[in-house]
DNA sequence: ACCTAATAGTTGATTTTGTAACTAACAAGA
DNA sequence: TCTTGTTAGTTACAAAATCAACTATTAGGT
């Protein structure tokens, strides 16, 4: 059978965008797993806590948009690795602040050394101006 | 506490595509679950199918890399729904040859007609040039 | 012909995710 | 001070993804 003249798979961009994060998702997730058996929710929550410091689960969820109740297991998890501790606000009782503990900043540091060697290894291959147009157009089709 | 100098979430490869990539599947799966109750695999078998005619469920991993666990799967629900038929290879009788119905047929020039309006919006607010480079990128990164 | 390895596809057990309902705490108006 | 509504976060159950083991069939060497 014939291929579909008025329709290309390989330029549809769901099908691009999920081909490729997904491949980037498995390759970077096979580093932070064996170092640190981590799930991807739990780097993000990691990473943001690291960057930004002290913050709430429902900030990270905002930011991240990642759904609070992903957010909320992983949390946990990294609780019970002592990569986090959870504070109880005082002004308001139902909030809790989040922070890394030297562990969990050791940890984020290295996850942040390897994502960097990681991002320049994807890069490679392509033009600095060809991934300044990849990263503006991802953030904007983030948002839409 | 302030933020990172020396790494930005934001601009982060992975971290970039998961965003972008989940948003638009998400976006994109409402179309297609609304409509004919498919899962993620499935539309993509069916397009697959409908694109390529016929194949075999390995054609179809090796192109889509998608496990083979779920295709398996997705080609089962399809066929249960009568949109696909399986028929055993001669030759190699191991091996299955997958063919649209024409129920199948219509529903995969249904859901690419919306693909297509659907890939239309999400590439308004970037230029030609930028679209172009965008797929050319997501492509090298798919294949890394 | 026979043994071993490889391939196509399926199935079952375990993990992970998604959805909805839930608790607890606060807020704002009557 | 009572509703009523909202927000932060958790939990329970259902849906789906992942991984390993499995059947059936073919291929390749000896």
Redesign the pocket.
Known sequence: MTKDPDFDLQTFLPYLLAQAAETSSLDFQRLYKDRYGM???EWRVLFHLGIYGRM????I?ARAKI??????????RLAERRFLT?TR?E????????ELTAGGRAAYEDLRRIARDYDVMLTEGLSPDEVAVLRKALKHLAAV
Chains 1, 2 share one sequence.
């Open positions: 799930l991807r929710t709430t689960a429902s900030d969820g759904h609070k109740t992903k957010i909320s297991r992983a949390v946990q959870r606000d002004q308001d009782r139902r909030v809790e602040h989040l």
